[in-house]
């Protein structure tokens, strides 16, 4: 694991910002939840940061509020109506 966020750590930020903009787009708030989740665990701050800001610009904002409450509650993951 240590050696994954060495190399995470080295990508350039604008790779990581393209790259989190097209996960983010083909991902339902489930999955975004569990990816960020699973991204603030195993990564270093400045990455899980940086996910987490491109998620937050890239969704709508009453999505990305449902999003954000979720993880703070940092409870279950709640259904959302048509996955979204």
Avoid: H, Y
Avoid at 15 to 31: H, Q, V
Avoid at 60 to 74: D, H, N, V, Y
């Amino acid at each position: 694991m240590a050696l994954e966020k060495e190399i995470v750590a080295k990508l350039p930020a604008k790779d990581l910002a393209l790259l989190s903009k097209w996960i983010i787009r083909g991902m339902n708030n489930r999955e975004i939840i569990q990816w960020l989740r699973s991204i603030e665990k195993t990564c270093i701050a400045t990455i899980f940061t940086s996910f987490f800001s491109s998620a937050e610009n890239e969704l709508p904002e009453t999505r990305w509020l449902k999003i954000q409450e979720a993880l703070t509650e940092g409870s279950s993951i709640p259904d959302f109506e048509f996955g979204m």
